[in-house]
């Protein structure tokens, strides 16, 4: 079956570090672009990185310098490494496959708390 | 960046009615290169058009995409039980790529 799972979510505090992963089967992540898109409570979607097949990758202002997309070859997953954690996100995030520019495959997401 | 504004927030109809939300973009988009995604509470979007009309695989053909430049439409034909939820629209066409806040369909 073709899908994307994510795990790595929890409690962390303002300032601190996490990584969140995302296991894919089915396909290959290497082979394919693949972002994160986040969903803060109550809100809409906001994709917060990008890594392109060919390993290039690209973050809007709002993380940049402080997320980090990745990704294990021989695990077949994707990973966000998130620095400098602020309140502000607080947040699903959600792994995606990209197709041409549209997210064609999503997981169920990992749930994020930025809270002292 | 392209700016997404979505209308109405929110839409209040019955099963068997039809679902007209729009999707309009502060700068033309390139290419019709324009998704619409359907999410339930709880559950990850579902991509159900892309190139601004071209159904996704599986999607029934009661959603239908239109639109070009700045205006986009998403029209659902016979309200099922289960399409009440609510669609996002998102924009690939322009650098970086950006979401609509978001329409909710209810039941009425």
């Known amino acids: 079956e073709v899908q994307v799972v994510e795990s790595g979510g929890g409690l962390i505090e303002p300032g601190g570090s996490l990584r969140v992963s995302c296991a894919a089967s089915g396909f290959t992540v290497s082979s394919n672009s693949m972002s994160w898109v986040r969903q803060a409570p109550g809100k809409g979607l906001e994709w917060v990185s990008i890594i392109y097949s060919d390993g290039t990758t690209y973050s809007p202002d709002s993380v940049k310098g402080r997320f980090t997309i990745s990704r294990d070859n021989s695990r077949n997953t994707l990973y966000l490494q998130m620095n400098t954690l602020r309140a502000d996100d607080t947040a699903l995030y959600f792994c995606?496959?990209?197709?041409?520019?549209?997210?064609?495959?999503w997981g169920r997401g990992t749930p994020v708390t930025v809270s002292s | 960046e392209t700016v997404l504004t979505q209308s109405p927030a929110t839409l209040s109809l019955s099963p068997g009615d039809r679902a007209t939300l729009s999707c309009g973009a502060s700068?033309?988009?390139?290419?019709?290169?324009l998704a619409w995604y359907q999410q339930k509470p709880g559950l990850a979007p579902r991509l159900l058009i892309y190139?601004?009309?071209t159904r996704a695989t599986g999607i029934p053909d009661r959603f239908s995409g239109s639109g070009s430049g700045t205006d986009f439409t998403l029209t659902i034909n016979r309200l099922e039980p289960e399409d009440f939820a609510v669609y996002y629209c998102?924009?690939?066409?322009?650098?970086?790529?950006?979401f609509g806040q978001g329409s909710k369909v209810e039941i009425k």
């Open positions: 190139d601004a009309s």
């Open positions: 995606a496959r990209i197709i041409g520019g549209y997210f064609d495959l």
């Open positions: 998102q924009q690939y066409g322009n650098s970086p790529w950006t």
């Open positions: 700068q033309s988009v390139s290419g019709t290169y």
